[in-house]
T-cell receptor, first 115, second 112 residues
Framework: EPEVTQTPSHQVTQMGQEVILRCVPI?????FYWYRQILGQKVEFLVS????????KSEIFDDQFSVERPDGSNFTLKIRSTKLEDSAMYFC?????????????FGPGTRLLVL | QKEVEQNSGPLSVPEGAIASLNCTYS??????FFWYRQYSGKSPELIMF????GDKEDGRFTAQLNKASQYVSLLIRDSQPSDSATYLC????????????FGTGTRLTIIP
């Protein structure tokens, strides 16, 4: 069964450094998402992406964050200058199409620790 | 503020019994409702979704939706120890919008 994959599984970085989290969505899916989950808290939406454009973003997704689809398979989340509060599990998700009734399938996540 | 509320638990249920998980949402325009299971340190895994009022059954799982009461629930029949996890209710709140709004989750423990 096709799965969303993410790399790396764990990332430790120093505050102020840039990190890039990578995702390979399910191959026939057209909509991609990033969510994060701070330890012990709820899963929070960051951004959705379709047709090489951001379709929606949350207030968390400020200028420090960017997303890109650099090729036909990868979808990346870049955090330009990490802060301590960026420490969280970051989940990539994808869906076949957009819209309210589309199921989003989640990858295994990248655990980011900012020191 | 558009919220999704769940009782955080923990909810303890004997093996073989029915586990009942509840979720309320604040936006009356919400259209789609998803239940995800999350094991500790892992990603959310879809269990089932429901869009229409009433019950929807899938194996041991039944989702129930009552839009008038803004309430969605998940019943797990014949609970197994492997069902022990955190159950996340997620809502797609508005038209033209793909984002999921999650509740904090209910931690379920099945007691052998």
């Amino acid at each position: 069964e096709p799965e969303v994959t993410q790399t790396p599984s764990h990332q430790v970085t120093q505050m102020g450094q840039e990190v890039i989290l990578r995702c390979v969505p399910i191959s026939n899916h057209l909509y991609f998402y990033w969510y994060r989950q701070i330890l012990g808290q709820k899963v929070e939406f960051l951004v959705s992406f379709y047709n090489n454009e951001i379709s929606e973003k949350s207030e968390i997704f400020d200028d420090q964050f960017s997303v890109e689809r650099p090729d036909g398979s990868n979808f990346t989340l870049k955090i330009r200058s990490t802060k301590l509060e960026d420490s969280a599990m970051y989940f990539c998700a994808s869906s076949v199409a957009g819209g309210m009734q589309e199921t989003q399938y989640f990858g295994p996540g990248t655990r980011l620790l900012v020191l | 503020q558009k919220e999704v509320e769940q009782n955080s638990g923990p909810l303890s249920v004997p093996e073989g019994a029915i586990a009942s998980l509840n979720c309320t949402y604040s936006d009356r325009g919400s259209q789609s409702f998803f239940w995800y299971r999350q094991y500790s340190g892992k990603s959310p895994e879809l269990i089932m979704f429901i869009y229409s009022n009433g019950d929807k059954e899938d194996g041991r799982f039944t989702a129930q939706l009552n839009k008038a009461s803004q309430y969605v629930s998940l019943l797990i029949r014949d609970s197994q120890p492997s069902d022990s996890a955190t159950y996340l209710c997620a809502v797609n709140i508005s038209l033209g919008n793909e984002k999921l709004t999650f509740g904090t989750g209910t931690r379920l423990t099945i007691i052998p």
